[in-house]
C-alpha cells in the first residue's frame, strides 16, 4: 500500500482522496467477463431490439393518432392496437433477458475477481499485515467488491443501453421534426453542464465516504480483537468516543452525497418539466399553423418522455457508480501491492543450486545489517553466524537486541538486509519464499487457532490426506495426551481461537503444527507464561524433543533451553557482544552472566 494509503487509513480523520480512476483495475475486472462471454453477447445482441421497440411505440402512437382517431376511422384501429401490445410485450422481454443474462455474467465476474483478490492477499508479505489494520483489508474484500456488485455492473450496463436507445430516439426526432428537436437539443449543454459538476462532486464524497468506513472498520476489529484488553482497563468510553468520530465521519460524508445526489435528480426533473413545456407550447403553435400533426406533437412528447427517463435514471445511477468508482479507488491498492509469488526466481538457479535445496546443510550470516526503515535506525549491525546442520543455536538478549529481528529475515518477512545471509551456499535473497518455508517451521509466543477440528488445526487440511501424520506430530510433541482426554479427540472444535482450551495446550497445538509440516530446522520463541504447571512440564518436554532431533535456532527464555543449545548468542542493540556455551559464558562473569543471574532471581529479561 502506498504511503498516502496507510496515512489515510492509520489516522481520525479523512485526508484528501485520489481524483483520478484507475482504469486498469476496471480493465482487470472487464477481463474477469472474457469466460462468460456468452451471456455478455446474448444480452449484448439484445440492445438493438431495444432500440427497434424504443423507436416503434412512439411511431404507433403517431399513426394510431393520425390515422384512425382524428379521421374518425376505427377499421384497422384493433390491429394496430395489438401491434401496439405487441411491441410493449417485446419491449419487457428484451429488457428482462437483457438484465438477467448480464447481471447473470457480472456476478460471476464479481465472483472471480472476490477469489483472485483473496489469493493476492494471502500471498501478501507479512510486513503489508504489519503496517495495515486488518479491518481495512476486510473491507476491501468485502463492502469495495460489494459496492461494486451493487452498483458498477447494474448501473454501467444499463446506461450503454440506455445511452444507445436516447441517441435512436433523438435521430428519430430528427426525422419527424427537426425544429421540435433543435428546441430540444438548446438545453443539452445546460443538462452536460450540471451533469458534470455534481459528478465530480459526488465521487469526492464517496471517496471520503469509503476511507472513513475503511478507518472505521480497521479501528472496530482491532478494538473487537482487543475487547478483553478494553474491559479490563474500563477504557470502554474512550473506544466508543473515538469509533464515533468514524462514524460520525462516514455519516457527513454520506449526507453530503446525498445531497449531491437530490440535487442532481430535482435539477433534471425540473430541465424535463419545462422541455415538456417548451414542446407543448411550440408544437401548439405549429399544430394552428397546420405545419405538423396532432399525431407528431403526441409522438414527439412521447418520445421525448422517453429520452429523459434515461437521463433521470442517469442522475439516481450515477450515485452508485460513483460508489463503484471509489471503490476501484480502493481495490486498486490491493493491485499496487506485490505479491511474494516468486516462482520465477527459481529458474535463476542452476540445476546444481536446485539440488542444492534438497536438504538442509547449513546456514550462514555474514556481516548482516537491517534496519526496518530506510531512515531508521540500525536493528542489525554486522551480526555473524554460521548454523550447521544438527546443531543448537541460542540466541539471547534484552527486549529489542535484534533476537525476533533474524527470524524475520530467515522467513523472508523482511528481505531488505545488508550483507549476506545464504542457506546451502545459495543467497536467500535467490530462493522463492515457498522454497525457504520447507526447510523452516517457527512455535512463537503468539498463537492463533482456528474455529476448527484439532485435527485441521494441526494438518491444515492435510490431514485428509494422510490423517497418521496429525497425530504423529501431536505424540512428538506429547499434545496426545490431552487431546485423547477430550470429546471427539482430533475432532473436537476449538472456538474463540481456542478459548475451550488452556493457554499450555493452545500452545502444544501451535508447537504440533510446526512438526507437521515436516521442516528440517525449527526456530523456537518460547513462551510458557500464563501456563499450569502440568502443561508446562508438557512444553518442556516438546522442547527438550525437538533439541534432540531437529536443528534449531531459538529465543531462548529458560535456562534449561539455553544450556542445551551448542552455541549461544549474546546480542545487545542489534550486536553479537558474546558467543559461546553456557559454561565458557558463565566463566567470563560479563553480559551474559547478568542475564543468567535475572532469569534465576526475578522476571524473564528476554
Known amino acids: ?52 421497440f424504443a423507436i416503434l411505440f412512439p411511431w404507433l402512437i403517431m399513426r394510431i393518432i393520425d390515422n384512425q382517431l382524428v379521421p374518425m376511422q376505427s377499421e384497422g384501429l384493433l390491429f394496430w392496437c395489438l401491434v401496439l401490445a405487441a411491441v410493449l410485450v417485446g419491449n419487457f422481454l428484451a429488457d428482462a433477458v437483457f438484465n438477467y443474462s448480464l447481471q447473470s455474467a457480472a456476478q460471476y465476474a464479481i465472483r472471480d475477481i472476490r477469489a483472485e483478490m483473496f489469493s493476492r ?49 433523438l435521430a428519430f426526432l430528427l426525422f419527424i421534426n427537426w425544429k421540435l428537436t433543435l ?21 469526492d464524497t464517496y471517496l471520503r465516504a469509503r476511507v472513513v468506513l475503511s478507518q472505521g472498520t480497521g479501528y472496530l476489529q482491532e478494538c473487537l480483537s482487543g475487547i478483553k484488553t478494553v474491559q479490563l482497563y474500563n477504557a470502554e468510553a474512550a473506544v466508543q468516543k473515538r469509533y464515533a468520530t468514524y462514524t460520525e465521519g462516514f455519516r457527513k ?12 435528480y430535482s435539477i433534471i ?3 424535463t418539466t419545462v422541455s415538456m413545456g417548451l414542446i407543448i407550447w411550440y408544437g401548439s403553435k405549429e399544430i394552428l399553423a397546420a405545419t405538423i400533426s396532432l399525431g407528431v406533437l403526441v409522438g414527439f412528447i412521447n418520445t421525448l418522455d422517453k429520452i429523459f427517463v434515461p437521463i433521470r435514471d442517469f442522475t439516481s445511477q450515477m450515485a452508485s457508480i460513483q460508489r463503484a468508482f471509489a471503490a476501484f479507488d480502493h481495490i486498486e491498492e490491493i493491485y499496487e501491492e506485490a505479491t511474494e509469488h516468486e516462482s520465477s526466481d527459481r529458474q535463476h538457479l542452476s540445476a546444481a543450486e536446485r539440488g542444492q535445496l534438497d536438504r538442509f546443510q547449513s546456514l550462514e550470516f555474514e556481516d548482516v545489517r537491517f534496519r526496518y526503515k530506510a531512515d531508521g535506525p540500525w536493528v542489525l549491525q554486522g551480526v555473524s553466524f554460521c548454523l550447521n546442520r544438527g546443531s543448537k543455536i541460542a ?29 546451502n551456499g545459495i543467497e536467500l535473497s535467490r530462493i522463492p519464499k515457498a522454497e525457504v518455508g520447507k526447510f523452516f517451521s517457527l512455535m512463537q509466543q503468539e498463537v492463533f487457532l482456528f474455529n476448527e477440528s484439532i485435527a485441521f488445526n494441526i494438518g491444515l487440511e492435510r490431514e485428509a490426506s494422510n490423517p497418521n501424520f496429525v497425530k504423529d506430530a501431536a505424540r512428538y510433541v506429547y499434545a496426545d495426551e490431552f487431546i485423547e482426554r477430550l470429546p471427539g479427540k482430533y475432532d473436537f472444535v476449538l472456538q474463540g481461537n481456542g478459548g475451550n482450551l488452556s493457554a499450555g495446550q493452545g500452545q502444544l497445538i501451535a508447537f504440533a503444527r510446526a512438526i507437521a509440516s515436516g521442516s528440517e530446522v525449527v526456530m523456537l520463541d518460547e513462551a510458557t507464561s500464563s501456563v499450569d504447571s502440568v502443561t508446562e512440564q508438557l512444553i518442556q518436554k516438546a522442547i527438550d524433543h525437538v533439541f534432540e532431533d531437529k ?56
Open 121 to 169: 492477499v494471502l500471498h501478501f508479505p507479512r510486513r503489508y499485515f504489519d503496517k495495515t489494520p486488518m479491518g481495512v483489508t476486510l473491507t476491501r474484500l468485502t463492502s469495495d467488491l460489494e459496492a461494486i456488485s451493487e452498483s458498477f455492473t447494474q448501473g454501467l450496463l444499463s446506461m450503454i443501453r440506455d445511452v444507445l436507445i436516447t441517441i435512436a430516439l
Open 269 to 271: 426533473e425540473g430541465i
Open 253 to 264: 460524508a454520506q449526507s453530503e452525497s446525498n445531497l449531491y445526489d437530490s440535487a442532481l
Open 183 to 203: 428546441v430540444l437539443l438548446l438545453i443539452g449543454p445546460l443538462i452536460y453542464y450540471i451533469t458534470e459538476i455534481l459528478r465530480r462532486r459526488l465521487r
Open 395 to 423: 540466541l539471547v538478549g534484552s527486549t529489542g537486541s535484534g533476537k525476533s529481528t533474524i527470524l524475520r529475515l530467515l522467513t523472508k518477512t523482511y528481505v531488505n538486509y545488508e550483507g549476506s545471509i545464504k542457506l
Open 1 to 52: 500500500m502506498r504511503p498516502s494509503a496507510v496515512a489515510e487509513e492509520a489516522g481520525t480523520k479523512p485526508t484528501p482522496v485520489r481524483q483520478k480512476i484507475h482504469w486498469g483495475v476496471v480493465r482487470r475486472f472487464l477481463g474477469h467477463f472474457r469466460p462468460y462471454r456468452g451471456q455478455v453477447i446474448l444480452g449484448l445482441s439484445l440492445i438493438p431490439v431495444s432500440v427497434i
Open 551 to 606: 536443528t534449531v535456532i531459538a529465543i531462548a527464555h529458560r535456562l534449561s533451553t539455553i544450556q542445551h543449545s551448542d552455541e549461544i548468542l549474546v546480542l545487545d542493540g542489534g550486536v553479537i557482544v558474546e558467543r559461546g556455551t553456557h559454561g565458557t559464558l558463565m566463566a567470563k562473569a560479563g553480559f551474559y552472566a547478568n542475564l543468567v543471574q535475572k532469569l534465576d532471581s526475578g522476571p524473564d529479561p528476554a
